[in-house]
Nanobody
Framework: QVRLAESGGGLVQAGGSLRLSCVDS????????TGWFRRAPGKEREFVAA????????DYTDSVRGRFTISSDNAKNTVYLQMNSLKPEDTAVYYC???????????????WGQGTQVTVSS
């Protein structure tokens, strides 16, 4: 049973924009934080952005701060990642994860979507 479903990836030129969506079919259970991560070719998966249940607190990795915006619509059980000013180094598979925790000092999760490919051409 798929609980997290990402969409919105694609091919875009450098400087362009994309908006990713993550529909969370388990979002009615309890409040938790949702995150976006990405894995670039040949690299480890890395944290991108996080948002708490109410949408009042967000967190970003330094490389995307000011260019990406995470938001949520609880009525639609959806978390978004608006990506502007995209760079070739943003090319990766983007994954939604929920719930995510930072107990070890790093955002982590045991629950992941299938991912959506984002490719930024130079």
């Amino acid at each position: 049973q798929v609980r997290l479903a990402e969409s919105g990836g694609g091919l875009v030129q450098a400087g362009g924009s994309l908006r990713l969506s993550c529909v969370d079919s388990g979002r009615t259970v309890r409040p938790y934080t949702t995150g976006w991560f990405r894995r670039a070719p040949g690299k480890e998966r890395e944290f991108v952005a996080a948002i708490n249940w109410s949408g009042t607190n967000t967190d970003y990795t330094d490389s995307v701060r000011g260019r990406f915006t995470i938001s949520s619509d609880n009525a639609k059980n959806t978390v978004y990642l608006q990506m502007n000013s995209l760079k070739p180094e943003d090319t990766a598979v983007y994954y939604c994860a929920a719930p995510i925790t930072i107990a070890t000092g790093f955002w982590e999760s045991d629950y992941w979507g299938q991912g959506t490919q984002v490719t930024v051409s130079s």
